[in-house]
């Protein structure tokens, strides 16, 4: 080991790069090479942040003061007025504001000591944060027949082995890296499994906005007492690289927001004060942005729907998103045949079919699966989000896109798909 290496927390020292981070890069190098690549690696949206959003943000650019630790007290008002609209019974002292609810999860971890629980696959920065800080992470395994969902009685199961211990559980809905979301009778089993076991359950709901069929419906509901709700600007907004999440506490949890905003004081000190007031417009809603997310919705659920169709009629085992815009296919029917070529782990499999096909997506490992199931997430964003939002036709049928939309706007991630399919034929797939 050399020098510098030794001088490195031995939490981090195994750590690499965000594997979506990781391969954004890297189709990026690719496709300054000249090579053609399509970028389904990162889940980026491909919205652009709506035009009132944009507005306010350029009205507030001058702002230059340090805001309060918390946030900025009409920022978190306006949070907690669009949560209570959608069931949860919070006020503004409720909300903590942060630069991106990937650090307010990591505070969460830094602050709640306790094992964190996560049913797999699961997103990729979930446990490197637990690893960073040393806490311990339990994985609950999901599977394919369920659309990787997490059951009640798999977390009941899970529980029973030691019903006294402090846990941390995420639930994420609808789900990076499977498309999943849940019923409410689903939710509502799996509120009594956490009130039993006195769990607290964050529950992640960033891509709630982008529910497929705008029928988005929290735990929270059914579990008020033990449920932190996060979201952010970055899915549903568009503004992943503005970095503004928000998590909204139960009366019951106040003590984990204080000592959040504690280590918060010591760190990031406030989140950017354009950032804040701009967020202002953003959870306030109104009818444009409620016609952005309509025909937002329309063009993930067209274009998941097609993706699904092809990859599914190719023999390939795949669910069909119910929300956001991944999927996660199981490549296991063309397990003998890959092996033939060397193939039998899901990197391997995603470097393969980085090399031949240009189509550059992350392995099922990087969220928690086995190394030799071959699985694999896909971000089906490697389209023009403002040419299509421009296509959706919304009227009193809905919104929704024509065939031919689909087929101009969707035109890469068809290719994309197809190249999936050939590459398996070559595989020796029939």
Not at 220 to 226: I, L, R, T, V
Not at 265 to 279: G, R, V
Not at 325 to 351: H, M, W
Request: charged share 20%.
């Amino acid at each position: 080991m050399s020098a510098p290496q030794r001088h490195i927390n031995l939490n981090v020292r195994n750590l690499s790069l965000s594997a979506t981070l990781g391969i954004n890069e890297r189709s990026a190098q690719l496709s300054r090479e000249g090579r053609k690549i399509f970028r389904l690696g990162l889940g980026q949206s491909p919205f652009p942040v709506p035009d009132p959003v944009i507005a306010a943000l350029r009205e507030n650019a001058h702002e230059r003061d340090y805001l309060p630790v918390k946030g900025l007290s009409t920022l978190r008002d306006a949070v907690a007025t669009y949560h209570r609209e959608r069931g949860m019974a919070v006020e503004g002292e409720d909300i903590l504001i942060g630069p991106g609810s990937k650090e307010l999860m990591f505070l969460l971890q830094l602050v709640y000591y306790g094992d964190l629980v996560i049913p797999t696959p699961s997103w990729v920065s979930y446990a490197p944060q637990a690893h960073i800080i040393g806490r311990n992470v339990r994985w609950i395994k999901t599977h394919a027949h369920n659309a990787w969902r997490l059951t009640p009685e798999e977390l009941a199961q899970f529980c029973q082995s030691d019903p006294d211990c402090p846990r941390l559980v995420i639930l994420n809905y609808p789900a990076n890296p499977t498309g999943a979301t849940y019923s409410v009778d689903e939710l509502k089993a799996i509120a009594e499994v956490a009130h039993q076991y006195g769990i607290v359950l964050l529950s992640d709901e960033i891509y709630g906005e982008l529910n497929h069929r705008g029928e988005h419906v929290s735990i929270a509901e059914f579990y008020p007492e033990g449920t932190i709700v996060s979201n952010g600007l970055s899915k549903w907004c568009g503004a992943g690289g503005w970095r503004l999440g928000t998590f909204a506490f139960p009366r019951s949890l106040r003590w984990l927001l204080d000592a959040m905003a504690v280590v918060a004081s010591e760190t990031f000190t406030s989140t950017s004060a354009p950032i804040q007031f701009a967020a202002i417009r953003a959870f306030q809603g109104g009818a444009e942005i409620e016609r952005y997310l309509r025909a937002s919705r329309a063009v993930l659920g067209a274009l998941g729907d097609m993706y699904y169709r092809i990859l599914h009629k190719a023999g390939v085992h795949v669910a069909k998103p119910a929300g956001g815009f991944y999927l996660f296919p199981d490549f296991s029917p063309f397990q003998d045949a890959l092996a033939r070529r060397g193939i039998t782990t899901s990197v391997q499999f995603c470097e393969a079919l980085l090399q031949e096909t240009g189509v550059a997506i992350l392995p099922g490992s990087a969220f928690g699966r086995p190394p030799n199931e071959l699985t694999a997430r896909i971000a089906y964003v490697d389209f023009d989000g403002a040419e299509a939002l421009g296509k959706v036709v919304d009227d009193e049928r809905g919104a929704r896109l024509t065939k031919k939309a689909v087929d101009r706007i969707g035109a890469d991630l068809n290719e994309s798909a197809r190249r999936i399919r050939d590459f398996l034929r070559r595989s020796g797939v029939p």
